[in-house]
């Protein structure tokens, strides 16, 4: 049986006390020391939580994702005349033997030379051969591995003007 007032528990004793055999769960104290004690582990597990994700959000990784810095011709752009070659800047450095770019017609028809290749002195720089392009909208479809092992595609489109 508890002593008679729940001053004299300890803290651990008082906040398990509602669990044991014989503790009316209206004994003087206990409800409102259980109800404060479970409002004040669930703000510390909450502060602890959104602390852990706002760091995790904050932390950039060692490795990023390849994104495309800037594109010749740019994307969304029009270019008149037929340009020589495409060329893709990412933002990381490309694995050559993964990185692949293709040109596409208005009908889906592959309209490069089939000749995409990493720069050699800048890994950054993918690019790919063009014919003589007839006037009319290209799209252009991406997809590179970084040398981190990230994958990263995507495809935008410019016009040949005449």
Do not use: C
């Not at 008149?80 to 050559?96: A, V």
């Amino acid at each position: 049986m508890p002593p008679a007032g729940t001053a004299e528990l300890t803290e651990y004793e008082l906040f398990h006390a509602w669990r044991a055999p014989g503790w009316p769960v209206d004994a003087p104290g206990v409800r409102r020391y259980v109800v404060a004690s479970l409002r004040i582990e669930m703000k510390r597990l909450l502060s602890s939580f959104l602390i852990a994700a706002l760091t995790a959000m904050s932390v950039s990784p060692a490795g990023a994702h390849a994104r495309l810095d800037r594109a010749a011709p740019a994307a969304g752009s029009a270019v008149h005349g037929s340009p020589p070659q495409l060329k893709l800047w990412f933002t990381e450095r490309l694995e050559p033997a993964f990185s692949k770019v293709r040109v596409l017609d208005r009908n889906g028809k592959q309209v490069d030379k089939g000749d995409p290749e990493v720069d050699r002195a800048d890994a950054k720089l993918l690019r790919v051969s063009l014919p003589k392009l007839a006037p009319g909208t290209y799209r252009v479809k991406w997809r590179v591995l970084s040398v981190d092992t990230h994958v990263s595609e995507g495809n935008f489109t410019f016009n040949v003007a005449p």
